[in-house]
């Protein structure tokens, strides 16, 4: 299958910063980018949709100040958690399509510990 | 996206078909359904998709009832390595990929 690549894999960073996590789709051009976020012994719960060159689409409940999401190219969306806070600390994972019709192939994940 | 029902926890013996079922009762003509599998930590891998027709790639079998109101995921020969969180995802063709709670697969030496 296509690849995704996230990076960073793990960050660690002090309450009040902010973080920007990576998404990018190594061997194809994905014109739909979706954003994660995992709890332990959770399910994923999809956070927000971007298409290339449009503003995201968030999710009912998702702060959209709070997690800025940019996919200005067709290879990379970044998510961007804006001053970090403890309950902010879980797995962030970005998936990637080729179109709206096809699969989604997932980057690896990054795991976000807020201190 | 029409809501899916799996079994939350499954054994199988290493070796044998792992027969993994989802139900589906209130999909429409034009959603698919996705297996999707999630090994610790990891994110989420890529397994199957199909619509009405039985599916086949050199991962695993995807069984869709005729009514379209179930579906089963056949790994042929089950190793240690597909121990892993299942789930099924159905969705309409541009929408997102909405996960439910999956079914936690565990392969037996």
């Known amino acids: 299958g296509a690849v995704v690549s996230q990076h960073p894999s793990w960050v660690i960073c002090k309450s009040g910063t902010s973080v920007k996590i990576e998404c990018r789709s190594l061997d194809f051009q994905a014109t739909t980018m979706f954003w994660y976020r995992q709890f332990p012994k959770q399910s994923l719960m999809l956070m927000a949709t971007?298409?290339?060159?449009?503003?995201?689409?968030?999710e009912q409940g998702v702060e959209k100040d709070k997690f800025l999401i940019n996919h200005a190219s067709l290879t990379l969306s970044t998510l961007t958690v804006t001053s970090a806070h403890p309950e902010d600390s879980s797995f962030y994972i970005c998936s990637a399509a080729l179109t709206v019709n096809t699969e989604a192939f997932f980057g690896q994940g990054t795991r976000l510990t807020v201190v | 996206d029409a809501k899916t029902t799996q079994p939350p926890s499954m054994d199988c013996a290493e070796g044998r078909a792992a027969n993994l079922p989802c139900n589906h009762s209130t999909i429409s003509g034009n959603e698919y359904v996705y297996w999707y599998r999630q090994i610790h930590s990891q994110g989420p891998q890529y397994i199957i998709h199909?619509?009405?027709n039985n599916e086949t790639n050199e991962m695993a079998s995807l069984i869709i009832t005729e009514d379209r109101k179930s579906s089963t995921l056949i790994l042929p020969h089950a190793t240690l390595r597909d121990t892993a969180v299942y789930y099924c995802i159905v969705r309409i063709t541009g929408n997102q990929f909405y996960f439910g709670t999956g079914t936690s697969l565990t392969v037996i030496p």
């Open positions: 971007s298409n290339e060159g449009s503003k995201a689409t968030y």
């Open positions: 199909g619509l009405k």
